[in-house]
């Protein structure tokens, strides 16, 4: 069972996107903010990433990206940003994002496709 590292600092979405990655058969873990989310990861491993842009507490999802894509540790796990901001994709896929999805414009069993189609891609 792949484990997914949730991000996501509302917790309505957090309920919502853990109920439905879990129905799919995903383990998953949830972080509300960047320095959270940056402890767990060193703390336990990760099949992928969904991340949140606006975070709370000083680090924001670009720099979690920052971090984990410059330290060969964490560098090839798979992030999929997920937020409601319209501009940042290029910014985002440059840092090395795998996928970018507006919130606002995908349902959670879209999330739920992308994530297994980057799963099948990685094994």
């Known amino acids: 069972m792949a484990t997914i590292l949730l991000i996501e600092d509302d917790n309505l979405l957090q309920e919502l996107y853990k109920g439905k990655l879990r129905d799919e ?3 998953v ?3 509300g903010d960047g320095k959270g989310g940056l402890d767990l990861i060193r703390s336990q491993k990760f099949d992928l ?3 949140d842009i606006m975070l709370p507490g000083g680090i924001n999802g670009f ?5 984990l894509k410059k330290d ?3 560098s090839q796990i798979p992030v999929i940003v997920l937020t409601n ?3 940042e994709e290029k910014v985002a896929r440059e ?3 795998a996928d970018y999805l507006k919130k606002t414009e995908v349902t959670p069993a879209e999330i739920v496709k ?3 189609g980057i799963l099948k891609k990685k094994k």
């Open 49 to 51: 990433i969904l991340l």
């Open 114 to 116: 992308r994530i297994k």
């Open 72 to 74: 060969p540790a964490f």
């Open 95 to 97: 840092i090395g994002a």
């Open 29 to 31: 873990v949830v972080a």
């Open 85 to 87: 901001l319209d501009s």
């Open 63 to 67: 720099d979690v990206l920052e971090t």
């Open 25 to 27: 058969g995903l383990n």
